[in-house]
């Protein structure tokens, strides 16, 4: 059923304006009577289209329940910025996967390393594809994508979450080791092409970060994210 | 370290000429006396380079071992050819995750839909990206990209797999409901764009595949074999 967010808590009627009425009129051609769901940070509202005009749809709320696509750990991915369209791409899939947040960040080996106002510029773009992914993939929510950190930054940042993981191609724990059940929030950090240097990866242990080995065979950084995500999502019972 | 795979058993020394002898000594710049590994069906050649010319490297094998990074399950992936470069994508992730065979075929839903003859002429191009993305990931074999089937002729063989596992939106098990690591081949059969019609799955389910549900959230089509082989991969001690 299409699936569409809204920004304020609705009552007993939604009304849309703009791209999304386009959408539901113009490109999905649907028409009174038909069923749509609304979503708003995890609850899923389940809708009829009682009105049509050029520029709005407006729909009655039928029922409304926390939406069954939310994963119930909140993953967090700290990434190190990488080149091209992989940033992109690392969004798309680990939305669909269940990601919470994408936390960006700059590391020594990064190619691409946009400073905080030109990354600014970018944002909306990032957050768009963002909420493409959660309407295609049926999430209940639309991961947020941070400003761009440093390093320093993003260690800190990753301090609010109960498991703190950095991926090392170097060595470390197996993720199957850890009891990621009990946490309900985990923060995963991933480096770019080329992966972290080793004081990098100090920095974060210290910080209370486990390194996290994937084994003998050596991930893309757009790849690791992704099986990173997919493999959580299956240890906690999520997938 | 720089890493190249040969056709044929060697003796006492590989000698390379062609893209690979201009990779090793114009992009790599290696020269005489430098490491580098030649691989051959799983076994690791860790050699020395003696001799280069214009246009081929010599190097005397110093010790061989089968290579590290090869998963000790054989995982066939089945894909109903998607759209667009995604074919392109699923390759390159799959196999550096470390997938052994892929097999594409055309499904009822498939939008893009080659015949033989048509898909035979992209099979280099396919067969190319699974060696660049082999080589850079670390693998000790090739995987091999096979030439594009029928639903049914994919079915009959993925009999050779003593595990067949079909991932169906609409319900199944969950992957960590089976005893995945008693099983030394598994294949796992992967839908297009718009995913299966319940009549092939029924027709893979009586051929003895198990329908497998992967949650709420619905994968875009080259999401899923990523995301399935990281889990199987992590499942089976793997990753």
Chains 1, 2 share one sequence.
Request: hydrophobic share 35%.
């Amino acid at each position: 059923m299409p699936r569409f967010f809204i920004d304020s808590e609705p009552t007993d009627f939604i009304t849309v304006t703009g791209s999304d009425a386009r959408h539901i009129g113009y490109s999905l051609r649907m028409k009174n009577g038909d069923s749509i769901i609304f979503c708003r940070m995890g609850t899923d509202y389940f809708c009829t289209i009682t009105e049509m005009t050029e520029s709005s749809v407006t729909c009655r709320i039928d029922r409304s329940e926390p939406s069954k696509c939310e994963p119930n750990i909140s993953l967090t991915l700290y990434q190190a910025f990488p080149k091209q369209d992989k940033f992109e791409q690392i969004i798309q899939k680990t939305v669909e996967l269940g990601i919470v947040r994408i936390v960006p960040f700059i590391s020594n080996r990064c190619v691409s390393r946009p400073n905080k106002a030109d990354f600014a510029k970018k944002l909306e773009r990032f957050q768009r594809i963002s909420e493409e992914a959660a309407k295609q993939s049926g999430r209940g929510i639309i991961p947020e994508i941070a400003p761009i950190l440093s390093l320093e930054e993003a260690i800190e940042d990753m301090n609010g979450c109960s498991l703190k993981l950095i991926c090392y191609e170097n060595g470390g724990e197996k993720l199957s080791s850890l009891n990621l059940e009990k946490h309900k929030s985990i923060g995963i950090m991933i480096g770019s092409e080329g992966g972290f240097e080793r004081s990098e990866v100090e920095k974060a242990v210290s910080s209370g970060a486990v390194p996290i080995w994937l084994g003998e065979r050596i991930l893309r950084c757009e790849t690791c994210p992704v099986a990173m995500t997919a493999v959580i999502m299956n240890l906690t019972d999520n997938m």
